[in-house]
């Protein structure tokens, strides 16, 4: 599945890691953390053929700081973004963009945390969110069904919503 960005189709990381799944069982994916403190997390993932060679790497870099899925899961989404990374390399990057959906809306979603109106409820946001990424309401609805979640889940459940959109899974 891809992701529209501002007008633009990105990947997530989990449609990469399933078609690299689908295409050779034998490959590998293994991640290192490579540093890890109070303030920031990186990640090195490196994609391999049966006998080891080497075929791809990606490097990834989190602060704990950028926003609240970082406070609690640096560690996880960088990961992540390392993995979607030597994917993208391998040339698992839907339309050749190498940073995934996930990393894409994460960038976009720290520039909108910089110009958040103050104030502003999870509920706003999350529906704020949805306007920016997405041209329609059927669009959204599409996107939010991918995770069993509706536009009423936009009110009730605005935390959960949040956490899509900044590419948690």
Known sequence: MTVNIRGKQYSTVAERVKAFRGDDASRSITTEMLFVDGESVRFLATIADASGRVLATGHAEEWRADG???????????????????????GYAGDASLASADEVDGAQGRANRRSQPQGETPAQEALRLLKERFSGEDAAAAWLDQFGLSLADVGRRPDEVLTRLRGQA
Do not use: P
Not at 73 to 85: D, F, I, K, L, P
């Open 68 to 90: 609240k899925i970082n406070q609690s899961a640096a560690v996880e989404n960088c990961e992540t973004s390392a993995v979607g990374r030597a994917l993208a390399f391998l």
